[in-house]
């Protein structure tokens, strides 16, 4: 059992602001006693952008204690559709301490901690891979949990595997960290592609009062008029492939586990070669129900895991 005085250390590498499902994660974690979150960084694209979304949920949440660290910026695949609910929003505002170079912050938090640090990659890991250029000894205090790769199964729930969006992005990022001496669990499309809220859950969360909650729908609000020109908020989430490896920072109860040997192939696919170092992956689930319920409850309630809590542990 997980001792929840003294919580996980935790940095979140984030694309927040292209997908919605980085929002909900990003909920998830200010609502998990498990996780003590010291640092978020963002990745990819307009990274000031995200870090305002960032700096916004976090002040949102009480949690400027939570630093923000803005990662190297560039042009492809840019797009806005959460800028409204951050229009009148500056980094300015945000009385957390604000990193204009967010790797080297995920660097120096890894470094100084006297604990080891998980590090939740929910983008590409563009930055991820820079760290390690930079600072090769980081994997001795710390390990990478992520949201990267298709297995077995691709979008959708498909058969057929695919490249999937963030390791596509950056294809030798993500060869470069899968290749390293960091000890890495992923959820690939296998098992966080298949989540998604509708029904009574869906609606017990739409009919939330949390400050967090209202944000997400907010987002949701303006992510769907701006992604799909639709103007009200449909009777399903979109899919939240992030919040599963949220989850898996702190618990791998409800999936099934393989320890396999990947390697990131020329067209960003993810293979099973033996070549590959092993990797830990969540291919299935035991029990996605359970994680669906529990999502909207600790979002609502911010209640503990039931069952067994694995500890993360670097060995």
């Known amino acids: 059992m997980t001792d929840l005085k003294k919580p996980v ?33 963002t990745v990819a694209a307009d990274t000031a952008y995200r870090a305002r979304l960032a700096a916004k949920m976090l002040q949102l949440a009480g949690r400027t204690d939570v630093a923000v660290g803005i990662g190297p910026a560039n042009d492809e695949h840019v797009c806005y559709p959460q800028q409204p609910w951050v229009e009148h929003y500056s ?11 967010g790797v080297q912050a995920l660097i120096d938090t890894i470094r100084n901690s006297p604990d080891p640090v998980t590090v939740l990659s929910i983008g590409p890991m563009t930055n991820l891979a820079l760290a390690l250029a930079r600072a090769p000894d980081i994997v001795e205090n710390s390990r990478v949990v992520g949201m990267q790769g298709s297995v077995y199964m691709g979008y959708d729930g498909t058969e057929e595997t695919a490249a999937e969006w963030n390791v596509y992005l950056d294809p030798t990022a993500a060869r470069t960290v899968f290749s390293s001496d960091w000890k890495i669990t992923l959820t690939p499309l296998d098992t966080c592609g298949l989540v998604a809220l509708s029904g009574a859950l869906y609606q017990k969360l739409r009919a939330g009062t949390d400050p967090l909650v209202r944000a997400i729908l907010a987002n949701y609000r303006y992510w769907l008029e701006e992604k799909q020109k639709i103007h009200e908020l449909p009777a399903h989430t979109s899919v939240l492939y992030d919040t599963v490896a949220t989850y898996l920072t ?31 992956c969540a291919t299935a689930w035991k029990d996605l129900r359970a994680f669906e319920e529990f999502l909207v409850n600790r979002l609502l309630h911010g209640e503990t895991v039931p069952g067994n809590i694995r500890q993360p542990v670097l060995v």
Do not use: N, Q
């Open 9 to 41: 250390p935790l940095i979140l590498d984030t694309d927040i602001g292209t997908d919605m499902d980085d929002t909900w994660a990003l909920a998830m974690i200010l609502k998990s006693p498990e996780l003590d979150l010291k640092l978020v960084t």
């Open 91 to 101: 980094l300015a505002d945000y009385p957390g301490r604000v990193h204009d170079d």
């Open 250 to 280: 702190f618990s791998e109860e409800w999936l099934e586990m393989e320890e396999l040997p990947l390697v990131v192939t020329e067209d960003a696919c993810t293979r099973i070669d033996p070549s590959g170092k092993a990797i830990r």
